[in-house]
Nanobody, 119 residues
Framework: FQLQASGGGLVQPGGSLRLSCVAS????????IGWFRQAPGQEREGVAA???????FVPDSVKGRFTISRDNAKNTVYLQMNNLKTEDTAVYHC??????????????WGPGTLVTVSS
């Protein structure tokens, strides 16, 4: 199956971006989907997850700035990122563990989209 992220780009500090993740090849409605990011030389970092029922999880590091949502009719998950900071620069991937409620280890993921926050 596929998880295709898009929507990245270059944005100034304080700006916003909305990333999209279109899924195919599996029962999207049945599973939690999440986003993680990875900057060069850094560990993978989970930044949001949404359960099958729409319950959202966001870590403290991005709470208040990042919002995750899903549109099951479009097999799409969104990541709205506001008040972006230079440390948000990374490649962002969407992923799933094929669990209904959460994404723990981001087992299945697709090509990412690059977000660059710079003045």
């Amino acid at each position: 199956f596929q998880l295709q992220a898009s929507g990245g780009g270059l944005v100034q500090p304080g700006g916003s971006l909305r990333l999209s993740c279109v899924a195919s090849g599996f029962a999207f409605d049945d599973y939690a989907i999440g986003w993680f990011r990875q900057a060069p030389g850094q560990e993978r970092e989970g930044v949001a997850a949404i359960s099958r029922s729409g319950y959202a999880f966001v870590p403290d590091s991005v709470k208040g700035r990042f919002t995750i949502s899903r549109d099951n009719a479009k097999n799409t998950v969104y990541l709205q990122m506001n008040n972006l900071k230079t440390e948000d620069t990374a490649v962002y991937h969407c992923a799933t563990d094929l669990d209904t409620d959460y994404v723990y280890t981001y087992d299945y993921w697709g090509p990412g989209t690059l977000v660059t926050v710079s003045s």
